[in-house]
């Protein structure tokens, strides 16, 4: 059967040596012993009244707990019942147990001693609140974590789509400086060199296209857009129509004819996907700017 605790010395100043609040129970619940750490929880919580509980009825305390503590005082005794009765041998329970002074949990633990006569159980709560809090520290810490690396994805899709944006824009920008000095510049330099200059003048405008081969020459390795596959003539004719210049201003401007500028038209309106389209290639152009 095992040392009686509420007989034997030893087992005794085993009880009261332990940090757990224990009392032993009998069949019906009634509280038979006490160690000292029950009795100081008592003394420090129930000042003026009887500290150790013998004989008070644990159960009977727990049907009747009213307010916040109710449901756990509920479940509480179901639980040392089914112990008593032999359904299980252990109960465990988890609760808060909130002070003036602060937070404390606790976990209650029912285990009917060895032996089936006289039913003994023995019930012990041991102050767990170094550990809920704890818990609740890293779940803070998790969260925060958490926050913290959402935070950061969406920084990091933010900054992709700045960095995307700033390509594409830079892809735009050298595809229109590459256009204009192929469309609006070489043609007129080309024509400067076929007029009658002085040697001078002539070095000076080699000078010149020589400069913008090199400024241009990064950009060509890189282009492939549809209109920087145009001739030189047609880029010539594409400027002239966004500037809203007509057919045949256009022909008196590049000393062709106005057939000739209309077939450039029709190049332009098939390269630029237009062609059977109702799109103005004038309004077409204005958009590309």
Not at 167 to 177: G, H, I, P, S, T
Not at 254 to 272: D, G, M, P, Q, Y
């Amino acid at each position: 059967m095992g040392i009686d605790p509420l007989s034997d010395p030893l087992a005794s100043a085993v009880l009261n040596s332990l940090s757990a609040h224990i009392a032993i129970l009998d069949a019906d619940g009634v509280i038979l012993e006490t160690n000292e750490a029950w009795r100081r929880f008592a003394n420090a919580n129930n000042p003026g009244e009887r500290i150790d509980a013998v004989g008070s009825n644990y159960l009977g305390i727990c049907d009747h707990a009213d307010g916040d503590d109710a449901d756990d005082a509920i479940q509480v005794a179901a639980g040392i019942r089914r112990v008593i009765a032999g359904r299980v041998r252990e109960f465990v329970y988890d609760y808060p147990c909130h002070a003036p002074d602060g937070k404390h949990w606790y976990y209650m633990r029912a285990i009917r001693m060895i032996g089936d006569d006289p039913i003994r159980v023995v019930v012990s709560h041991e102050d767990i609140t170094a550990l809920k809090l704890t818990e609740e520290a890293l779940r803070g810490s998790r969260q925060e974590i958490a926050e913290r690396e959402k935070s950061l994805e969406e920084a990091n899709i933010a900054l992709k789509v700045l960095l995307k944006q700033r390509e594409q824009d830079k892809a735009e920008l050298e595809r229109k400086v590459l256009a204009n000095v192929k469309g609006l510049v070489f043609p007129y330099l080309e024509k400067l060199q076929t007029a009658r200059l002085k040697p001078r003048e002539r070095t000076l405008v080699e000078i010149v296209e020589t400069h913008l081969k090199d400024i241009i020459s990064p950009f060509l390795q890189q282009m492939a857009n549809a209109d920087l596959v145009l001739t030189p003539q047609e880029m010539q004719v594409a400027a002239l129509i966004r500037d809203g210049k007509s057919s045949k201003e256009i022909a008196s401007i590049l000393i062709v004819s106005e057939a000739t500028v209309n077939f450039h038209r029709k190049n332009l309106r098939e390269k630029f996907g237009l062609k059977n389209k109702r799109v103005n290639l004038r309004a077409y152009l204005l958009s590309m700017t």
